[in-house]
């Protein structure tokens, strides 16, 4: 049984299948744009194809003709030529009207051959090859073919694997199964090589149709099987999705399993209506009819048949035909009508003779041994085509210039008018701008100088550096606020027997920020010059329980706060005592070689649910231990190499071994590698908090 070709479907299918096309139709007509709205008649032909609804394509086509006449017009030869030459071709091929579809392709392949385009006139040649193919024309369809092949093979084109199927399916026609089987094979090879999964579905299916006419019907089975999963994966249209079942329904025909071949017949059955391609529907009424011709029911087969016929007729499907007429006969034979079988016999015989005569066998010997001496022509044909390219394209670049000088002319007069005109107006509006401009900028230099305030009133809750290393010894403070002051800072406390050293990062940045660290600060400061606490662990629950008392005077809920890292150091002759409290900051010490970090409470100095005592824990240290303080601003930065625009984050664990790293440096040293650090990371990109980090090596 002769299968349908897949890949003429597929070339003629369009990209954009709507459920809503009557509803877009009526959005279309009120588009204003002429070029728009003839784009959207594309789009809106292709939605109504793959619905296989030609009245509704027909009708969107009367309106697009008289559209593209108008542009072609407008824009001389332009694209618009082209295009609607090509929506022609899909118009009339969908409508079965093969010769009209035939003519409007060799027009458009004269068009391609005046452009130069070798991608398109490859193009144009595999679907006139196609055409020819339905026409029953073999010799003319491989010659076609063969052009379009040395195109694409020159250039590379993806296309190829598609020529060597369309090859395959003529051999095919022809009973040259081991030439169609080669090919068939190439072109498989190729879609697996370029992942191509719709092109894979098709070569599926043509190798199912190569081994189903070499009577290998398991494989064809495989084969089918592999297409309708493809299908199903892609989520392919209903009629291509009834092309496979057809086909498949045939094969269980063929081995005589009437239950599977009925069960494949209904699921086509259900893909397809009266509107959908007649070549489809003129296959699907012959499996019915060859199903009923095997169960014997000879006159219900005949009246599918005759539906078949009827569909292969308006296609003009020669192959078709002929087997109909065949398997008619025998109904009729088998209803003992001997004048019918003759004459079903008499017609199958008249369509064979016209499809095969004793000239084509020679014709195509013909074409395939001129292919190599066309191949040596190719050379001096494209020279010639590209000097005839290049010379119009010279006459049109001068007419192009005149053109241009022309209008540029008239826009230069028109120009100079409207800036004579508008100069007035120009000069009214740049003397107010400029006193808006001169406000802005008088605002904006209060504004700085008020921060730049702010930053001197903050600095003076932040401990001197010399003060730090005077109590801590041999230290580093790396302080960056994001803004001109910050919502971090430093604190140091000296007691009789203790030094208290924090580092802290208050809720937000610059202004906001700057006011909550000077509540926190202060709240600190209390806590252990009032109520004379020096134990980390109760200090950050006195300063928490300040802090709240502070912003419950507001009506509002502030969630404002702050998260810190606190430790108290006492030394003992070599040994070093250091009992540490944290509200969501670790801290981190080096003690025999060796990194380690403690964790903070998952609580802030504020406002939570379930607030809880904060803990105190100790450790014991010796000289040369060093101990490492940092807000969340340095690990949280975005930037990095080989990164995209927003970067990634520095993270905790890159900031620990950069601790670790630096351990032996002086602290000069330390400072210096933090700093140099954080800028190759940030590189352009914007610091997104204030950063602090300390460190003291006991």
């Not at 109504?48 to 003709?65: L, P």
């Not at 003519?103 to 679907?127: M, P, Q, T, V």
């Not at 399993?257 to 259900?270: F, P, V």
């Not at 802030?604 to 649910?609: K, Q």
């Amino acid at each position: 049984m002769k299968k349908i070709a897949w890949l003429i479907l597929f070339l003629f299918t369009a990209k954009i299948i709507s459920a809503q096309c009557d509803n877009e139709f009526k959005l279309v007509d009120a588009e204003k744009s002429d070029t728009l709205r003839y784009k959207k008649y594309r789009r809106l032909q292709d939605c109504y194809y793959k619905t296989d609804d030609f009245e509704g394509a027909a009708k969107v086509f009367k309106k697009q003709k008289a559209l593209a006449s108008t542009l072609i017009k407008k824009y001389s030869d332009s694209v618009y030529y082209r295009s609607y030459l090509a929506d022609q071709t899909t118009f009339y091929f969908y409508k079965g009207d093969v010769q009209k579809c035939l003519d409007i392709s060799n027009e458009l392949l004269n068009y391609d051959l005046r452009k130069a385009d070798s991608s398109d006139i490859a193009g144009s040649f595999g679907n006139i090859a196609i055409l020819y193919r339905k026409l029953g024309n073999y010799p003319k369809a491989i010659y076609y073919l063969q052009e379009s092949i040395k195109i694409n093979e020159a250039i590379g084109r993806k296309e190829l694997a598609g020529n060597y199927s369309n090859l395959a399916n003529v051999y095919s026609d022809l009973g040259q199964n081991e030439k169609s089987g080669e090919l068939f094979r190439k072109a498989l090879k190729l879609r697996l090589e370029q992942k191509d999964e719709k092109g894979l579905a098709l070569s599926y299916a043509n190798m199912a149709n190569y081994f189903s006419n070499i009577n290998k019907d398991d494989s064809a089975i495989v084969y089918y099987s592999k297409a309708i999963y493809m299908n199903e994966k892609l989520g392919v249209p209903d009629s291509r999705k009834a092309l496979t079942y057809n086909n498949f329904t045939g094969e269980y025909i063929k081995k005589n399993q009437l239950d599977s071949a009925e069960k494949y017949l209904k699921i086509t059955e259900k893909l397809l209506n009266e509107k959908s391609n007649p070549f489809m529907l003129s296959h699907f009424y012959e499996n019915k009819g060859d199903i009923l011709k095997r169960k014997r029911k000879f006159q219900e087969a005949i009246n599918e048949y005759n539906k078949s016929v009827k569909y292969a007729d308006l296609n003009n499907d020669i192959s078709r035909l002929v087997t109909l007429y065949y398997s008619k006969s025998l109904c009729f034979y088998g209803l003992k009508n001997i004048d019918s079988t003759f004459n079903n016999r008499l017609k199958a015989e008249v369509f064979k003779d016209s499809l095969f005569n004793t000239t084509k066998s020679s014709q195509i010997t013909r074409y395939e041994m001129q292919y190599q001496f066309d191949k040596e022509q190719e050379v001096i044909k494209s020279e010639q085509l590209k000097k005839e390219l290049e010379t119009k394209n010279a006459l049109e670049r001068k007419q192009l210039l005149i053109y241009a000088a022309m209008i540029a002319l008239v826009l230069l007069l028109g120009l100079v008018v409207l800036v004579l005109k508008n100069n007035r107006q120009k000069k009214k509006d740049n003397l107010v701008l400029q006193q808006k401009n001169d406000l802005i900028e008088s605002q904006k230099k209060d504004i700085i100088d008020s921060i730049n305030y702010a930053k001197n009133l903050q600095q003076a809750i932040l401990p001197p550096i010399t003060k730090i290393k005077q109590e801590l010894g041999d230290s580093f403070i790396y302080y960056k606020p994001k803004d001109i002051i910050a919502g971090d800072f430093y604190w140091l406390y000296k007691t009789k027997e203790t030094v208290l050293f924090a580092v802290a990062d208050c809720t937000g940045h610059g202004v906001p920020g700057a006011l909550v660290s000077v509540v926190c600060s202060n709240a600190l400061d209390t806590a252990v010059k009032e109520y004379n606490l020096t134990d980390p662990g109760k200090i950050l629950d006195k300063t928490r329980e300040i802090v709240l008392e502070t912003f419950s005077k507001t009506s509002q809920n502030v969630k404002d706060g702050m998260d810190i890292s606190l430790c108290s150091i006492q030394r003992n002759n070599n040994s070093i005592t250091i009992k540490w409290a944290g509200a969501n900051n670790s801290l981190w010490y080096i003690h025999n070689n060796e990194i380690k970090e403690l964790t903070a409470n998952k609580q802030p100095i504020g406002l939570s649910e379930h607030s809880k005592p904060f803990t105190t824990q100790t450790l014991d240290l010796i000289n040369g231990d060093t101990l490492y303080f940092s807000t969340d601003g340095y690990y949280d930065q975005f930037g990095g190499d080989k990164v995209g625009a927003s970067g990634k984050k520095f993270m905790r664990k890159r900031l620990s071994q950069l601790f670790f790293e630096m351990k032996d440096l002086s602290t000069e040293g330390q400072l210096a590698l933090i700093d140099k650090t954080f800028s190759n990371w940030k590189g352009r990109l914007e610091q997104i908090d204030d950063v602090c980090i300390a460190g003291i090596k006991l």
